[in-house]
């Protein structure tokens, strides 16, 4: 009994400190995300009547959200940013993160830097600085249209919106993606690559054979935090906004409708309503792409 209870000491211990060390994270975590949450889908499931003041109303503000033009067009619009955006970021980081593991490069780490100085930027910082190299007069496409003697394109137009947008979402984020994938690649043992070398396996069979399928788990994290922030989009269009009323409307985004409705019409349930059917409509996508990852893993 009494050897037990001196291994149970420590144990007890053991336990005591993993629960202090989590804590601290678990009343963050509570306060600032289970509670907002919670908050939220309280307040959607009641609505605001002049003659009564806030009733309860059940499923309306979803059953109004479901319907909503305004706010199907802005998912559909994420949507079609979400599937020409993502792939090439991840893309273009996925060739930077194998040029810097290569090693043929020169000063590899002020490349990697380099490519991930973007992610410093303030997201409304590099609205504003892009939103002025657009503007056809006087930013910088402009003037190397004046320079060149062509009428320069208006990348702020209604055509060009989506993809001035996506322009400046993957300059910000390539380096993200980059670290997270060269991250993965510098995990890898080096014994692989020994081994392949002597089978005489050369730079492009390693890099499809060896390094292309270990980095598909960082491939799936990377994909899913991408779809995330495509559907907050939100800092870039607000801000553009300003340059291009008539392009951007209030709710040219679901998170720009969301922060639209209760801040400025003061629709505040209604406004969480759509938040919560935003986020649901993230969590499904997300989750498919983590499901049909893991049945094309098992396939292979």
């Known amino acids: 009994m009494t050897a037990r ?10 336990q005591v400190a993993g629960y202090a060390f989590f804590l ?23 609505q605001d009547r002049l003659i009564g003041g806030t009733v309860f109303s059940g499923l309306a503000n979803y059953t109004r959200a479901l319907g909503d033009a305004l706010f199907g067009a802005g998912l ?27 090693g043929r490069l020169r000063w590899p780490s002020l490349f990697r830097i380099s490519i991930f100085m973007p992610y410093a930027v303030p997201a409304v910082v590099a609205a504003l600085m892009w939103g002025y190299m657009y503007g056809d007069q006087f930013g910088l496409v402009g003037q190397i249209g004046d320079a060149l003697g062509v009428a320069a394109p208006d990348l702020l137009s209604r055509s060009w919106m989506l993809t001035s947008i996506g322009n400046m979402v993957t300059w910000e984020y390539v380096g993200y993606n980059m670290i997270i994938l060269y991250a993965a690649l510098r995990a890898i043992p080096e014994e692989l690559y020994e081994a392949a070398e002597m089978d005489g396996a050369g730079a492009i069979r390693i890099a499809w054979s060896i390094k292309l399928p270990a980095l598909r788990p960082a491939l799936l994290v990377a994909t899913v935090f991408s779809i995330i922030g495509s559907f907050q989009l939100f800092n870039e269009p607000n801000i553009l906004q300003k340059l291009a009323p008539a392009v951007i409307s209030t709710s040219y985004t679901p998170n720009m409708y969301a922060y639209n409705l209760a801040f400025n019409g003061q629709q505040i349930n209604y406004s969480a309503a759509v938040a919560v059917v935003l986020g649901l409509v993230t969590v499904v996508v997300a989750y498919a792409v983590q499901i ?6 098992q396939t292979l």
Request: net charge positive; hydrophobic share 70%; charged share 10%.
């Open 76 to 102: 559909l619009r994420v949507a079609l940013f979400l599937v020409v955006q993502v792939p090439v970021m991840l893309l273009i980081a996925l060739g930077c993160a194998l040029a810097i593991d290569s």
């Open 24 to 46: 601290p994270f678990f009343v963050v975590f509570l306060v600032a995300v289970v509670a907002p949450l919670a908050y939220a889908i309280y307040l959607s499931f009641f």
């Open 5 to 14: 209870a001196g291994l149970g000491r420590p144990l007890l211990r053991l």
């Open 292 to 297: 049909v990852t893991a049945r094309r893993e």
